[in-house]
């Protein structure tokens, strides 16, 4: 990996998510009423056949949130929770406990879908405002199957315009509750580029800032 | 016993009777399958896209000065389809005695390549016209949905053995 990003190229990018992803998970906690605990962040760049190993096992059943991140950075953020997660998740903000992933209705899938929109919201606002960037996100859209499957279509679509991509993977836990999941963000070289490009800004500007105040 | 040869996204294997090449988890990447019944030999590739535009040559060499890496044998599957008559003419297949199967192609996500027939439906599509270019009979498809699928191939028979798990 080292080939791909400098050490400290690779620390201004995880500084970067962990802030995404740490108003995402104040969001989440809000949501919930309960702690939630992020830990931190875990990078991977590599050609983009190579990136199914980094999501885990690939015939295990996940349930997975998809967002698209658009404007001025574009890139994709998942959620991604085993079912049994996404049930309690679901049945924790809908108020309904299911035991089988199968009897996951419309009403759950909503609730998980709106889960990754208001998750998205937040962590996606706060990099926007971060990097001084205009970057909003789609509607969100979410499958349950083979993880391989799903991960399959969604590289597929990153492959369509680069070759390597850059993975980000945050565990994230709901205290009390042993509600597990993971945030993924993906970026393509083009994005990686401009999120640093704008990070080095933002560091010049604040050295600069400290030395005329002193 | 039989060897089983598993292969991932981008890759593809040929065989010999007594062999199985299985693949897993296929969403929207297809998987093409070709069979020669009489000397019970075929292959199986795994490809990812559709076909490779004129922007794609370039990010491939522009990845490749940085990797250092040859290229995945089956990304696209037009090109699969030709390089897995190839492998299997190899080992003593005939080009005309081929039957293909198809299975993948799937749409996981709505939201994902915003047109309306998505990647998958590209995928099949490519690699549907690229086997009738070559007069190669398909003989069966299992392909589109919103399912993810496992595709095994008995080289004994010629049968592909597709599972779902939801």
Known sequence: ?214 | MHQTINIDMGEMAVGYNGTHIKTGSIGSCIVIVLYDYEAKIGGMAHAMLPSRGERQIDLINEARAHINKTEFVARYADESVDRLIKEIEKIGGKRERLKAKLTGGARMFKVLNGDKDGIGYQNFESAKRRLQELGIPIENEETGGTVGRVADLNLENGLVDVSTKM
């Open chain 1, 1 to 214: 990996m080292e080939k791909y990003l400098t050490e400290f190229e690779r620390d201004q990018l995880v500084e970067v998510i962990n802030i995404g992803t740490g108003n995402a998970s104040t969001a989440l906690s809000q949501m919930v009423n309960k702690k939630v605990m992020i830990f931190v962040p875990d990078i991977f760049v590599d050609r983009v056949e190579l990136v199914p190993k980094f999501f885990g096992k690939s015939e295990e059943i996940m349930t997975v949130v998809f967002l698209r991140i658009l404007g001025d950075v574009e890139g994709i953020m998942l959620l991604m929770f085993s079912p049994e997660n996404a049930l309690k998740l679901a049945g924790l903000l809908a108020g309904n406990h299911k035991k089988d992933i199968r009897f996951l209705d419309d009403m759950d899938r909503s609730v998980l879908r709106e889960v990754g929109n208001i998750l998205a919201g937040a962590g996606i606002t706060s990099l926007a405002k971060f990097l001084d960037m205009n970057i909003l996100h789609s509607v969100p859209d979410s499958a349950t199957d083979m993880l391989g499957s799903v991960v399959d279509s969604i590289l597929a679509d990153v492959g369509q315009g680069s070759d390597v991509v850059l993975v980000f993977n945050v565990d994230f836990q709901v205290d009390g509750e042993k509600i597990d999941g993971q945030f993924f963000f993906l970026f393509d070289p083009k994005a990686t580029a401009k999120i640093l490009k704008a990070t080095e800004k933002k560091l010049n500007y604040k050295v600069n800032n400290n030395a005329s105040n002193n």
